[in-house]
């Protein structure tokens, strides 16, 4: 049985879209009945979310093959509080060139509806308006694919089948001299250099912070090395000066992380010239490697660092922290299991979640790390936990679902979603606190947090400027207004008080004692899962706090576990991995042949859950099936 009659045998019917309102329509409101005769994709998402970003990128091939037969509808999730502005979205569906219409759904009504557990989510919706398909996770690509040619080939036989133009109406073209910068460097001649990430170009600014000196690569998306002027970029990010006698040595000035193309590049500032250091182009899946740093790939690079004699990478798409050896051309993993959510401990056992900033305290001994979807600001020390040479320690942050502005004791203070840390001369660290639109400031002598500024747009990164005779200033890249700004640092912060918040992602009831989970998957057609070794699938799962988890635990395979809750807690949140690996096979036979290309899908659940008695004791998600 191929896979599109598997899927379609229960015939569920789409409920109906709704939301506050719609972007890339060009002011009209769509409705699944009004696109019958149209395949049409959900895509469950959320701005902040680096594996969102990556469905974005891999989906945009598709949108363009099946142009007119496929309508992709973005429908907007928001897990944070800024998210839910929809002048933050508008802003969001723009910066990363979202090209088809969007549902702004902050009540997360349509989410609900479709039973989301996951961003992000993907739904297909035949043209006779019944669900086919639900799939979690990145890495779908191929067997949607797949899917829509099953898809097409039925309904253009049954008659169903409309071909013609989407309602995609795209907004008009902004003009701007920066768009949506993301990171920026000072240079050795007091100038700076700004990643403009929108316009996938590198620019160097006088110190009025408006002139610009010369842009770096042509303006086009794309992969390409070779002169200032022809040289392609895509989304770029962080930006590092290297040390002067590693630059000699290496060849180039600047390390830039080209973070949608998943790789390093190497700037030479004489000329403008870049060329690809480390990463192959294509996104890492395997979330582990280790070797020559051109052969191996990589996911979504955010930022870098110096740090104890190599670079730390922010490893954003695989929540991990990576070294890069400029001089012997290498990268490993350094810190992080790809696990995501907040774990302590030894560098090789923790867990971060898209860490976005890197910066090196003043005496070299300590990394500080924004990890911004745990809104947390933690750092990294040499010191041996667990085999591992290194201590990751958390310093303001609690957890996935938590977040706020508040100040005062680091164990109570909260941020939401920082993308950057900046050392500051005192010892203290500067965090752009991203969607609190504002500079905080953590004294790790103190134990306390401050506000520095207020009132910034999504500020992405900071410098530290120490002008002759003054006191020092932070130049901060607004992201959000396209602009650098100064901000002074005053001796005395002010203390914010702006309350907690919670994720409002509606938990899963759950009863205590025992419960059955149980992880569908259904390979494309074409696609076998390969027993020739074992079982080919694999769950991981704990628990935050984890003596809420009594049984169950831990890593081993198969796609089904049984689960016992503690019955004294009250909320818990359950953290779900899973891995499937398919291999090409024979349609007539079933069996994998020698040779055949394997594909893994993988997905990481954060699941808050509320633990009532009389609740249901089976949790049911879906890595590709309904």
């Known amino acids: ?161 409309h071909r013609g133009d989407g309602p995609y109406v795209p907004p008009p073209a902004p003009s701007t001299a920066l768009r949506f910068p993301g990171k920026v460097a000072v240079l050795p001649g007091g100038t700076f250099l700004v990643s403009d990430s929108a316009h996938h170009q590198l620019v160097e600014l006088e110190a009025d912070l408006v002139t610009e000196r010369r842009r770096i690569g042509s303006g086009a998306r794309g992969f390409t090395d070779g002169a200032a002027a022809t040289a392609e970029l895509s989304e770029p990010q962080g930006l590092l000066v290297l040390p002067e006698s590693v630059a000699a040595q290496v060849g180039y000035d600047v390390l830039v992380a080209d973070t949608v193309n998943h790789a390093l590049r190497g700037l030479w500032l004489e000329d403008g010239s870049v060329t690809t250091v480390a990463g192959t182009g294509h996104q890492l899946r395997q979330r582990t490697g280790a070797g020559p ?197 005053p001796a005395d912060a002010q203390r914010v008080d702006g309350g907690a918040r919670r994720t409002q992602r509606p938990p899963t009831d759950l009863a205590p004692g025992e419960v059955a989970l149980g992880v569908s998957f259904v390979p494309p057609s074409g696609q076998k899962l390969d027993y020739r070794w074992g079982d080919p699938t694999q769950l991981t799962v704990s628990a935050t706090p984890p003596a809420a988890l009594v049984e169950g635990d831990g890593t081993a395979r198969g796609l089904t576990r049984t689960l016992r809750l503690a019955e004294d807690v009250d909320e818990v949140v359950l953290h779900v991995s899973v891995q499937a690996a398919a291999c090409d096979g024979d349609e007539l036979t079933g069996e994998v042949p020698d040779g055949a290309a394997c594909h893994l899908y993988q997905q990481d659940w954060g699941i808050p859950v509320r633990v009532r008695a009389g609740a249901p004791s089976v949790l049911e998600l879906h890595l590709r099936g309904t």
């Open 1 to 161: 049985m191929n896979s599109v009659t598997n899927l379609r045998s229960a015939r569920v019917r789409a409920p109906e879209l709704a939301g506050r309102g719609w972007l890339n329509t060009g002011g009209e409101p769509l409705s699944l009945a009004g696109l019958r005769g149209k395949i049409v994709l959900l895509d469950f998402w959320t701005f902040c979310c680096v594996n969102c970003l990556h469905v974005l990128d891999e989906l945009r091939p598709l949108e363009q093959e099946y142009a007119d037969v496929l309508v992709t509808i973005g429908v907007h999730s928001p897990k944070f509080e800024h998210e839910a502005d929809p002048e933050a979205l508008v802003a969001a569906v723009e910066r990363y060139e979202v090209h088809h219409p969007v549902l702004d759904d902050p009540e997360l009504l349509t989410w609900k509806a479709f039973a989301a557990r996951a961003w992000p989510t993907l739904t297909v919706v035949d043209p006779e308006g019944y669900v086919v398909a639900q799939l979690s996770g990145e890495g779908h690509a191929h067997g949607l694919g797949v899917l829509l040619d099953e898809l097409v080939a039925e309904h253009e036989q049954k008659g169903t089948l």
């Open 293 to 489: 740093a051109t052969e191996q790939d990589l996911s979504s690079p955010w930022d870098l660092a110096w740090f104890d004699g190599a670079v730390v990478v922010a490893m954003a798409g695989t929540h991990q922290l990576w070294r890069f050896d400029p001089v012997a051309g290498t990268v490993e993993v350094l810190a992080g299991t790809s696990a995501e959510g907040i774990r302590d401990g030894g560098a090789r056992d923790a867990w971060f979640a898209q860490p976005s900033g890197l910066a090196t305290a003043g005496d070299g001994e300590r990394l500080w790390v924004a990890d911004s979807e745990t809104s947390a600001l933690r750092h990294l020390h040499r010191r041996e936990v667990d085999g591992s040479p290194y201590e990751v320690l958390t310093d303001v942050g609690t957890g996935l679902f938590d977040f706020g502005h508040v100040d005062g004791p680091a164990a109570d203070a909260l941020l939401q979603h920082p993308l950057a840390v900046t050392a500051l001369p005192d010892g203290s660290v500067a965090v752009c606190d991203t969607y609190n639109g504002a500079v905080r400031r953590f004294d790790p002598a103190s134990g306390e947090v401050t506000t520095l500024a207020t009132g910034l747009a999504e500020p992405s990164a900071a410098v530290l400027e120490v002008p002759d005779g003054t006191d020092p200033v932070l130049v901060v890249v607004e992201s959000a207004a396209h602009r650098l700004t100064r901000v002074a640092v």
